[in-house]
Nanobody, 121 residues
Framework: QVQLVESGGGLVQAGGFLRLSCAAS????????MGWFRQVPGKERVFVAA??????RYADSVKGRFTISRDNAENTVYLQMNSLKPEDTAVYYC????????????????WGQGTQVTVSS
């Protein structure tokens, strides 16, 4: 069993930055692929970024602006978000699992409670 706790969300102006953190419990953190997804009210949860081993993958909408990283010693995964845009406003969720397809939310076994990111124009 893995528990995930996100932090670092907040309100920021367009062009600004935030760093989200996701702290995981469990001794096998390094074995999991870790993903970030986001969701706005009334829409599906969508893929943002994921990291498996030390290889990151990104949605086209955030490529070049967001960076995912992990610290296995601290059982933490990060999402550095730069050049934020109003359309990045969403609840951001951290996920862990062994997905065959990193972009598929259905393939992650564990989820955090989410953290709100709001980007003002």
């Amino acid at each position: 069993q893995v528990q995930l706790v996100e932090s670092g969300g907040g309100l920021v102006q367009a062009g600004g930055f935030l760093r989200l953190s996701c702290a995981a419990s469990g001794r096998t953190f390094s074995n999991y692929a870790m993903g970030w997804f986001r969701q706005v009210p009334g829409k599906e949860r969508v893929f943002v970024a994921a990291i498996r081993w030390n290889v990151g993958r990104y949605a086209d909408s955030v490529k070049g602006r967001f960076t995912i990283s992990r610290d296995n010693a601290e059982n933490t995964v990060y999402l550095q978000m730069n050049s934020l845009k109003p359309e990045d406003t969403a609840v951001y969720y951290c996920a862990a699992g062994y997905p065959g397809i990193l972009e598929s939310s259905n393939e992650y076994a564990y989820w955090g409670q989410g953290t709100q990111v709001t980007v003002s124009s």
